[in-house]
C-alpha cells in the first residue's frame, strides 16, 4: 500500500483539480458561437419566428457591409413608386457598352444587361427582375439612379422604420468595406425584409412579384437555403464582396407554418467564397434545426 505524504499529496492536487473541471468542446458551445470559433472570421446571425416571435442571435446588432443584399430594398423601392404612379414597369432606361465599361464588365456581374447591350436599353420591370434574380449590377445602377441615388434608399428604408441599414454609393463602390458606409446589421435587415415581404408596404400583387423574383434567385443558392428541406420556400437576397464577405437574408415559409425572418453575415477575408458559404450553409442548418425544435 503506497503511504500518502504531504509531498505526494500536492503534487497529486493539480490532477485532482483539472479532473473536476469539465473538457469544452464545439458541442458545450452555442451553434452559432461554435461556427464562429470554429471557422474564425466574424459572424452576424439574426432569426426570427414571426408565429411566436422567438429569436436566434449571434451579433445581430453589429454592422456588416450590404454588398448585394441592398438590391432587395431597392427593387421594393421602385415597386413602391410605380404603385404610386412616379414609376412605370414599361418604361425604358437606355444605357451602352460605355455603362458597362464603366460598371467593370466583364469582371462585374452584369449577364443580363450585357446580353443585351445591343438593343440599347430595357425596362424597369427587366432591369428589376434582373437585379433580384441574376443580382446584375449595371442593373442596380441605372435603377438606383432612377430612384434619385443612394440617399433616396436610405431615406425609403427609414420610411420602413429602419433606423440602421444605409445606402450611401454606388456599385461596385459599395461593397468596399469603408466604416458605416453601406452597411446594415442581421436584425436590421430581416426585420425590413419582413416589414417588406409580409406587410402592407408594397400591394399584395406587386408583393408577390417581388417574392417571386426572390424566390427565383440565382446567385447564393448554396448559401443558407441550401440546408432546408426541399418543401420549404424561401425568398432570399444574396450578396458578396469577393475577397472578404458572404451574405445573405431570406424570409423563409417552412409548410403549414408563418414566415420565418432570417438574416447571416459573414465576414472572412481569410476564407474563400466557397468557403464562406460553406459557412452559412452550416448557419442554414443551425436555424433549421432551431426552427424545427
Known sequence: MTKLTRRSLLAAAPAVLLSTIPTLSMADEPPLDAIENRYGGRL????Q??????TLMHRPDERFTMCSTFKGLLAAQVLWKIERGQEQFSRLIHYTARDLKDAGHPNFACPVTAA???????????????????SDNLAAILLMRSIGGPSSLTAFV???????????RYEPFSNTYDGL????????????????????TLQQDTRDLLTRWMINTKPGLQRLRASFPGDWVSADRPGT????????YAVVWPP??????MAAYYHAPHISMDGREAVLRHVGSVIRDWVES
Do not use: H, W, Y
Not at 44 to 47: E, K, L, R
Open 49 to 54: 419566428d414571426t408565429a411566436s416571435g422567438r
Open 241 to 248: 464582396s469577393g475577397p472578404d464577405e458572404t451574405n445573405d
Open 256 to 261: 403549414g407554418r408563418k414566415a420565418i425572418l
Open 44 to 47: 452576424g446571425v439574426f432569426a
Open 158 to 168: 427609414r420610411s420602413l422604420g429602419d433606423t440602421v441599414t444605409r445606402s450611401d
Open 116 to 134: 443585351n447591350v445591343q438593343r440599347g436599353a430595357l425596362t424597369v420591370e427587366a432591369l428589376c427582375q434582373a437585379m433580384v434574380e441574376m
Open 181 to 200: 458606409l453601406d452597411t446594415t446589421t442581421p436584425r436590421a435587415i430581416a426585420k425590413t425584409a419582413g416589414t417588406i415581404l409580409l406587410g402592407s
